[in-house]
């Protein structure tokens, strides 16, 4: 599966975004997708993931409340609403897929990854 992510950009501290990420290839609603994120001298860190019919969701400690994570399997694509940005949620953001939901926070479980999208929070 091929994936590609779009929709960030620069925004002001307590604004919204919504990312989105297009997947190709194999059938996307068997696919557990997730984000992640990765700041600036830092590593790659979990912020999201769903599972293959929406029927679960999880998301970090840090974005819990504020972000959101859906998909649509009509149109194979997985969105990440952030809302309330914060500026050290500044970071390139990537989604990632895999068949297994198990480790769903772990970024090396992830077999496919998109180009990743920038975000940038001013304050």
């Known amino acids: 599966v091929q994936l590609q992510a779009s929709g960030g950009g620069l925004v002001q501290a307590g604004g919204s975004l919504r990312l989105s990420c297009a997947a190709t290839g194999r059938t996307f609603s068997a696919y557990v997708m997730g984000w992640f994120r990765q700041a600036p001298g830092k590593e790659r860190e979990f912020a999201a993931a769903?599972?293959?019919?929406?029927?679960?969701?999880y998301y970090a400690d840090s974005v819990k409340g504020r972000f959101t994570i859906t998909r649509d399997n009509t149109k194979n694509t997985v969105y990440l609403q952030m809302n309330s940005l914060k500026p050290e949620d500044t970071a390139v953001y990537y989604c990632?897929?895999?068949?297994?939901?198990?480790?769903?926070?772990?970024?090396?479980?992830?077999?496919?990854w998109g180009q990743g999208t920038l975000v940038t929070v001013s304050s």
């Open positions: 769903i599972g293959w019919s929406s029927g679960y969701t």
């Open positions: 990632a897929a895999d068949r297994s939901l198990t480790y769903y926070n772990e970024a090396y479980r992830y077999g496919y």
